[in-house]
C-alpha cells in the first residue's frame, strides 16, 4: 500500500506544500517565495512573512493539489513544519495543517524543519545509515551522527554564529544587497584568498565558531576604510568563504576518521555553495566516502523534504494532537 | 445547516455555531493560547452538537484589529474551511461588530495594553474613514468621545452579515491597523 503524504512549511519566507509518496517520490510540490519583497528591507521582516503566508496558503494548496492531481480525501496523513523557524510563519502552516487533519480525519504529524533538510535527500536516494549529518544553514551548523531514521548523535555545533548568519552579516558589511550567502559566493568566484583572517577552532574538537571570523571581517573593512584603502570586496568574499568552509571540511575530515563511517549527507540552505560541494566531494573521494547533497529545490526551504522527513514517523505511528504548537528553536537531539 | 462563527482577534477566544439566524452554541475561552486552543474549541464544538464540517453553509470571522498573531490564526483557519468545503466567508471587524449594539453615527474604541483601536461608525454601521490607533500618551490628549466597549452581540452580527456578500477564501485578509517597525 503506498502512503500518500500531504506536507506544510512556512518556516520562514517560502510557503510550501507538497504531496509526497512513500517518503521518497515527490508528486507535487508548489512553492511560493517572498524573497523579493524582504529585499527591499535588506532581511526577512517576521510581521512581513507572517502576512504574506496568510495570503498564499489556499493559493498554495490549490496550485499543490491540481499539480497532483489528487485530493486531500487521497492522503494518508498532513505534515507540517513546526520548529524551528519564525514564530508567526510557522503558526499560519501549523494552524492550516490542523484544520485540514480535523477535516478530513487525518492523522497530524510535526516535523522539525532541520530534520527535513536532512531527509530532502531521499527524494534522490534512499538513505542508507550510519551516516554522517552536516547541517548548515542561517541559524544551525552542526555535525551529527545518525545510525537509523531518527536517531541522531550530535558530534559538535556551533558556539556562537552559524555559518549562513556569517555569510549574511559579512555580505552587509561588504554591501552585498540581500541574501547574502549567495552573492558572496558569485563575488568570490572573481577574487583571490588574498587576505589574512584568523581561522577558527583549531583544534580536534568538532565544535564551530564563526563570530570571530565575522568580527575579524568586520575590522580589516574599518580599518582598511580608516587607512583610506580600498577594499578588493571579490578577495575579501574569496577568503572569506575560503575560510568558513575549509573549517567544516577540517570537521568532517575528523569525524571520518574518528568514527569509521563513510556517507556524509549536508543539508540546510549554505548546501547550495559550489565550493562547499567541490571540497566536500574532494574530501569524501579521499576517504571513499559517498557524499549526498540534494539539488538545489530541495535544498532550499520546501515542503516535499518534510513529506519525507514525516515518513518514518508515519510508519511509527508518531501523531501530534491539536494542541501542537510552533517553536521558534528546536534541538534535532 | 449551521454556521461558524470564529474570533480570535485578541486575548478572548470565542467560537460559535449559528442555526436558524441564532447563536446554537458558544465556546469562549479566556487566557488560554490561541494556537493550543482554537482548533480544539472547534473540534469541541460541532461535535457538542453531533455535526460536521459538511453540515456548515457559512462562515462568520472577526478579522481584527487586535493582536496581529491572534487575527491571523482565525482567518488561517477560516480560509481553509472555506476553501477546502466550499463555504462562504462573511467578515467582520470587531469594532464594527461593536458598533451594531448603537443606533446612532458612534465612534467605538476597542483597547489593548498600548493603546485604543478606533472606528467611525454611521447610522447603518457602515466605517465612515479608515480605522486608526491611538497610543495611551496619544489617547490622553485626544478629546474624543469613544465608546469604549467590549462584548459583541452575535444575533446582531448575524442579522448584519445577512445580506452582505461573501468574499472568495483566496482574497479574506485580516485588518491590521497597527503599523509595524518597517513602516514608519
Redesign the interface.
Known amino acids: 500500500m503506498d502512503t500518500y503524504i500531504l506536507a506544510i512549511e512556512s518556516s520562514c519566507d517560502e510557503t510550501s506544500m507538497a504531496v509526497v509518496k512513500n517518503g521518497s517520490e515527490v508528486i507535487s510540490l508548489s512553492i511560493t517565495t517572498q524573497m523579493d519583497t524582504h529585499a527591499k528591507?535588506g532581511g526577512v521582516?517576521p510581521?512581513?512573512a507572517?502576512?504574506m503566508h496568510?495570503?498564499a496558503?489556499?493559493?498554495v494548496?490549490?496550485d499543490c493539489l491540481e499539480k497532483a492531481n489528487m485530493k486531500?480525501e487521497d492522503m494518508d496523513a498532513i505534515a507540517v513544519t513546526y520548529a524551528p523557524g519564525l514564530?508567526?510563519s510557522l503558526?499560519?502552516g501549523?494552524?492550516?495543517a490542523?484544520?485540514?487533519s480535523?477535516?478530513?480525519h487525518k492523522p497530524l504529524i510535526a516535523v522539525n524543519h532541520l530534520i527535513g533538510h536532512i531527509y530532502a535527500n531521499n527524494l534522490e536516494e534512499k538513505l542508507e545509515f550510519p551516516l554522517l549529518a552536516l547541517i548548515v544553514s542561517g541559524g544551525h551548523t552542526e555535525l551529527l551522527v545518525m545510525e537509523d531514521d531518527y536517531q541522531f548523535k550530535r558530534l559538535g555545533e556551533t558556539m556562537d554564529d552559524a555559518i549562513g548568519e556569517a555569510f549574511d552579516k559579512v555580505a552587509r558589511v561588504i554591501g552585498l544587497p540581500y541574501p547574502g550567502g549567495p552573492n558572496i559566493e558569485k563575488l568570490a568566484k572573481e577574487g583571490n584568498s588574498s587576505y589574512e583572517l584568523p581561522h577558527p577552532v583549531m583544534d580536534d574538537t568538532y565544535h564551530f565558531s564563526y563570530s570571530g571570523l565575522k568580527s575579524a571581517v568586520i575590522n580589516l573593512v574599518h580599518n582598511e576604510t580608516q587607512r583610506g584603502n580600498p577594499i578588493r570586496k571579490e578577495d575579501l568574499a574569496r577568503t572569506f568563504q575560503d575560510v568558513a568552509i575549509d573549517e567544516l571540511v577540517r570537521k568532517v575530515e575528523l569525524a571520518f576518521k574518528n568514527t569509521g563511517i563513510k556517507r556524509l549527507v549536508i543539508a540546510g540552505g549554505v548546501s547550495a555553495n559550489q565550493y562547499l560541494k567541490s571540497e566536500m566531494k574532494k574530501l569524501c573521494d579521499k576517504y571513499e566516502a559517498e557524499l549526498l547533497i540534494p539539488r538545489i529545490l530541495y535544498c532550499t526551504d520546501n515542503a516535499a523534504m518534510i513529506g519525507a522527513a514525516a515518513y518514518p514517523k508515519y510508519l511509527k505511528g508518531e501523531f501530534s494532537d491539536?494542541?501542537?504548537?510552533?517553536s521558534s528553536s528546536a534541538d534535532i537531539v | 445547516m449551521y454556521t461558524l462563527f470564529i474570533d480570535t482577534h485578541y486575548t478572548l477566544l470565542h467560537v460559535a455555531l449559528f442555526k436558524d439566524e441564532k447563536v446554537d452554541l458558544e465556546i469562549k475561552k479566556e487566557g488560554v493560547?490561541h494556537?493550543?486552543?482554537?482548533?480544539?474549541s472547534?473540534?469541541e464544538l460541532l461535535e457538542q452538537k453531533g455535526i460536521t464540517?459538511d453540515d456548515l453553509s457559512g462562515i462568520i470571522v472577526v478579522n481584527g484589529p487586535g493582536s496581529?498573531?491572534g487575527v491571523?490564526?482565525g482567518?488561517?483557519?477560516a480560509?481553509?474551511?472555506g476553501?477546502?468545503?466550499n463555504i462562504p466567508i462573511k467578515v467582520i471587524s470587531y469594532l464594527q461588530a461593536l458598533s451594531l449594539k448603537y443606533n446612532l453615527e458612534c465612534m467605538i474604541g476597542i483597547r489593548d495594553k498600548n493603546g485604543v483601536f478606533i472606528g467611525n461608525f454611521d447610522q447603518n454601521h457602515e466605517l465612515v474613514g479608515d480605522y486608526y490607533y491611538l497610543s495611551n500618551q496619544e489617547l490622553e490628549k485626544a478629546n474624543e468621545n469613544i465608546i469604549f466597549d467590549e462584548v459583541i452581540n452575535l444575533d446582531k452580527v448575524y442579522e448584519y452579515l445577512k445580506d452582505k456578500k461573501s468574499i472568495p477564501?483566496?482574497f479574506v485578509?485580516?485588518i491590521?491597523v497597527k503599523k509595524?517597525?518597517?513602516d514608519k
Open positions: 528591507y521582516v510581521e512581513i507572517s502576512r496568510t495570503e496558503i489556499t493559493f494548496l490549490e486531500i514564530t508567526g503558526m499560519v501549523v494552524e492550516a490542523k484544520i485540514l480535523l477535516m478530513y491539536y494542541s501542537l504548537n510552533v | 493560547k494556537s493550543e486552543c482554537f482548533i480544539l472547534i473540534q464540517f496581529f498573531t491571523r490564526i482567518v488561517v483557519v480560509k481553509m474551511i476553501y477546502c468545503k477564501p483566496h485578509k485580516p491590521y509595524i517597525e518597517v
